[in-house]
């Protein structure tokens, strides 16, 4: 099969590899669609700590075309999408729900091969089925799609609640779909390219803001209390300080982008003397299966967040850095 395989940081190449095969309890899917995430690209500048070489893409789904065990075969010819997750399901941090603590926590696209190829292996334990009113490239939005239930949830967003989001990339968006599906009222949204605040006041925010200063003037005319949640989902961090700021008395701040690598000064009684609330939102696993549902009665799609479409001979455009800081990128999907 053909798969992508970052070499080393910086470099990477189409291959020519074995088809995998699945052991017993593992499935193999085709794959139809594979959706490009920004810490692919953080792994191509070397910015993981992962192994290489190596296969990225955790946001994919496909077909099921073979299975190892023959209790599985009812999952052949099933169109699916599958959790990354691969841990024990036995250990107290996995009854929890807490996947990512225990010992034997690997990640689909971080180690074991991803979607980034004609093939991928997946515990059929991960495996959920994918309704045939979601097309392919939806299916492979619902990693992230279900990374914004999970923020959502963190935030405690409620019907009635006013929300701010600092950032319109992918976690951006998916977010305000959660919430204006949620009930959240005036949700107000940052970001710097026009395309990508346009999709957002499509998708139902009550503003958009290419500034700071305008998004506190719009927050101080329909929050005139402070915001009961923000959400800062660009990883940029001075946003995280602004966010602080603009939260209400008692307001929530999640921290849904990554800051690696960066430092963030602010006083601790901006925090403890309100009461506001700084959540983290790193770490969302089994929040797929919720999305597959939304998705599959559309209550949720996400699908206008692709702008540009690949196929896999296209890796180095995909990956170009260029293309992901163009004005008009938001989403990349290789399409099978």
Known sequence: MRAIRFEQPGRLNLVEVADPTPEPGWARIRIKAAAICMTDFELLRGRHAVDYPLTPGHEYCGVVDKVGSPSDEKWLGQRVVADNEITCLKCGFCRRGEWRRCAQYRQIGFGPSGGYAEYVLAPVQNLHPLAKAISFEQGA?????????????????????????????????????????????????????????????????????????????????????????????????????????????????????????????FEPDVVQGPNRRVLGAGNNAGFIEPAAYAAGDGVLRTEDMITHRYKLEDYRQAFSEDQVMASDYIKGVFVF
Do not use: Y
């Open 141 to 265: 939005l619902l990693e992230p799609l279900g990374v914004g239930i999970a923020v959502s949830s963190i935030a405690g967003a409620r019907l009635g609640s006013t929300a701010i989001i600092l950032g319109m990339g992918p976690i951006g968006l998916n977010c305000l779909a959660v919430l204006k599906a949620s009930g959240t009222r005036r949700i107000l949204c940052l970001d710097q390219r026009p395309k990508r605040l346009a999709l957002a006041k499509s998708w139902g925010a009550a503003e958009v803001a290419e500034n700071a200063e305008r998004l506190k003037e719009l927050a101080g005319s329909l929050h005139p209390d402070g915001t009961d949640v923000v959400i800062e989902a660009s990883g940029f961090h001075p946003l995280v300080t602004l966010g602080i700021e603009l939260a209400r008395f008692g307001g929530s701040v999640v921290l849904a982008g990554f800051c690696k690598h960066q430092a963030l000064p």
